[in-house]
């Protein structure tokens, strides 16, 4: 029974450690990605008229629909959401039936570091994108999790 206790109390501790250390290594004290320039006003214009059209919410059945960005669209896309999420800075920049995404935000009361930093390589599938490659600050994530 005692050896069963101790069994329990140390794989205990040893997930609570595993956790902090996850933790440490997921906070950046610095952005990876810094800001982008500025969008115009004509920008965020054009990207909520694109929001509005193809709003999903409006879409009548469950087929699947198509959109052409350019890489000017998706970064005033990107800015403009990011604005949402305070301190936020992201790129994602289509490849070949992929695409790499990047981004970091600001954590105010974070005791291990303020900037959370995310770099993803997507693959394209059938269904929903699959992860290549996940890493949050300095912890890489098996893609397959």
């Known amino acids: 029974m005692k050896f069963l206790l101790k069994f329990l109390l140390g794989t205990l501790a040893l997930a609570l450690l595993g956790t902090v250390a996850a933790a440490w290594l997921a906070f950046d004290d610095a952005p990876r990605l810094l800001p982008g320039k500025e ?72 005791p291990f570091g303020r900037w959370l930093n995310v770099d993803a390589q997507l693959r394209e599938t059938s269904g929903l994108p699959s992860f290549d490659s996940l890493q949050v600050g300095r912890l890489p994530i098996p893609g397959w999790l």
């Open 39 to 110: 969008v115009s006003v004509a920008d965020v214009e054009r990207a909520k008229r694109l929001i509005e059209r193809h709003d999903p919410r409006k879409q009548k059945g469950f087929e699947p629909r198509q959109i052409a960005l350019t890489q000017a669209d998706l970064d005033a896309l990107l800015n403009q959401a990011s604005k949402t999420l305070g301190q936020t800075s992201a790129r994602l920049v289509p490849l070949s039936g992929s695409a790499a995404l990047q981004f970091s935000t600001r954590v105010e009361r974070s």
